[in-house]
């Protein structure tokens, strides 16, 4: 038995093709390798001579469907030179199979696998029967097919069409340029230097942080930084009672408990930490999530007062801490104390999420059980698109893109606020003084009806109760929290250009769940003269044929 692999992407000279011939090999120097374009193994065993085993396992090769139809194979110089057989060994297997239909030649083109060829039904072999799923006792119910999204109004995504391709293109050719050999190697776990000291001028600059470039860590954004911080802990974690499930669940598949602190309109009730059983805390303290509610200062101060008494440690989620409108942007919560605060920042919101490029600034005596977790996994971040990025910091491009997109966000919600005040008046529109989404206010009862009217309407929005603790209590007397029906609405997530349609069925929807709520009739006005009152509006015989549009009212 011979094996070789054998490359298809062309001979060693660089031809793509074959012999000059213009035969069954004969391929055009310099062209594409097509399909395959890499290394080919052939096993060339069993009964019969060199051809006759090449032939044979070109035909497995290609009836398995290891090679698709459409694949260009190589030259039969470069062929036989990694098989290390004559040339016209090669050459004789290949026009044989183009005459039984297994290949196709023509000049300059090369050879090829012929498209009517099929690969095998699954089990691998030729003539071998498909195998048969076994049967549950319990049939499975039909699948159902997933809403049609026609507009996307989830929270917690930028719109990435304006992700400032020109600009960064200029950053990565120019990092590339730049950039030492040493810089395509294994990397120091904290990610590359340069990053990290345009990341500590940044920080410090925009958001008060105080941070020591040696003391930050770049990670494949903040799921994974949390991740990472979770394995280091292995403790019990305070979350805000409303927050992103996928932090919650992330915790729990490392082994951390999470427990529920209230939230009200000043943040998370911080006090409630000391009898948590918590040894870390998450919080989002510059604009909660997703109630939009900054940490009153006193709560920012009386959690670093709880860290410092208990040994604890507060994880700060400065998630869209550049994305301020109304008044100055809340500083950092890490500059109050850098020894027991983790601070954790991304370009998921300010960029785009597919840059998986996230970053902590960690306190001196974390540091070193966080690297080395991070040295037992290996895990880093692309070199080239760290440089990119520390690039595209230093020239202060990411400053412009932000201002850019402070402004494109800002009228994005004044449309917003404006067209449900027009529409559908009565619903109050909370937590926009920053971020990227907004909080509408429902009738209780009415979230649901919403949610599933949205869903026939092609309109994708999350309702508050999705992101609710599972073990959070129910408000109720002397308990602080929303505890109410709303609607997150994310109005970063439309491209351009389908912003102000995704507005306008969102305001139809509500109208028509909404429409024959009493909770939302504003009463009717008072006439100029004395008459007898026709009645409240909803009592009307118009109103009473709404049907369904009362929907979920109370």
């Known amino acids: ?149 026609l507009h996307d109004l989830r929270s917690g995504r930028p719109d990435v069409s304006a992700f400032p391709r020109a600009a960064w293109l200029t950053s990565a050719r120019r990092a590339l340029a730049a950039a030492p050999s040493a810089a395509l190697g294994y990397d120091d776990p904290r990610g590359r230097p340069e990053l990290r000291r345009a990341l500590a001028g940044y920080l410090s600059r925009a958001r008060g942080v105080r941070a020591d470039p040696e003391r930050i860590v770049v990670c494949a954004g903040f799921v994974r930084g949390l991740a990472l911080l979770g394995e280091v802990l292995g403790t019990t974690v305070a979350v805000e009672t409303y927050g992103l499930w996928i932090h919650r669940d992330l915790l729990a598949r490392v082994g951390v408990r999470t427990v529920p602190l209230p939230v009200d309109d000043r943040g998370a009730d911080v006090s409630a930490l000391y009898t948590s059983g918590a040894r870390a805390v998450l919080l989002t303290p510059a604009h909660q999530y997703p109630t939009g509610a900054p940490l009153h200062p006193d709560r920012r101060t009386a959690a670093v007062d709880w860290a410092r008494a208990t040994g604890g440690l507060v994880l700060e989620d400065d998630y869209d801490g550049e994305f301020r409108y109304d008044r100055q942007p809340v500083g950092a919560l890490q500059d109050l104390d850098p020894e027991r605060v983790v601070y954790l920042g991304t370009a998921s919101k300010s960029l785009a999420p597919g840059l998986r490029l996230g970053w902590m600034v960690v306190p001196e005596a974390l540091l070193g059980p966080v690297l080395a977790v991070r040295r037992e996994t290996a895990e880093t971040c692309g070199a080239l698109d760290q440089l990119t990025l520390a690039d595209f910091v230093d020239s202060g491009a990411y400053d412009r893109h932000v201002r850019a997109m402070r402004l494109r966000y800002r009228r994005r919600r004044d449309q917003l606020v404006a067209a449900l005040a027009e529409h559908v008046p009565a619903v109050r529109v909370t937590g926009i003084a920053a971020g990227l989404h907004a909080v509408l206010e429902l009738p209780p009862g009415t979230e649901g009806p919403v949610l599933e009217e949205a869903g026939r309407a092609g309109v994708a929005v999350e309702g508050l109760a999705r992101f609710r603790h599972p073990a959070a209590p129910e408000p109720g007397a002397g308990r602080p929290g929303p505890g109410r029906d709303a609607l997150v609405v994310g109005y970063g997530t439309p491209p351009e250009h389908g912003f102000s349609s995704a507005v306008e069925a969102l305001c139809a929807v509500l109208r028509r769940v909404l429409g024959g709520c009493p909770a939302l009739r504003r009463p009717a006005p008072r006439p100029a003269a004395p008459a007898p009152s026709p009645g409240p509006p909803w009592r009307s015989p118009a109103a009473g044929r709404r049907g369904s549009s009362s929907r979920g009212c109370p």
């Open 1 to 149: 038995m011979r094996d070789s692999w054998a490359n298809s992407g062309g001979s060693p000279d660089g031809s793509s093709g074959g012999g000059p011939d213009g035969g069954p090999d004969g391929g055009a120097r310099g062209g594409s390798a097509g399909g395959a374009g890499g290394d080919l193994h052939l096993d060339l065993g069993g009964p019969g001579g060199l051809r006759a085993s090449l032939m044979r396992a070109l035909r497995d090769a290609v009836r398995t469907g290891r090679l698709a139809p459409g694949t260009r194979l190589p030259s039969s110089r470069s062929l036989a030179a990694d098989l290390g057989v004559a040339r016209n060994t090669v050459a004789d297997a290949y026009a044989e199979l183009v005459a039984e239909g297994w290949l196709t030649a023509r000049q300059g083109s090369g050879t090829r696998v012929a498209s009517r060829a099929e690969p095998a039904a699954p089990g691998g072999r030729p003539g071998a029967l498909p195998a048969v799923p076994r049967q549950s006792p319990h049939p499975a119910a039909p699948a159902r097919t997933p809403p049609r999204i």
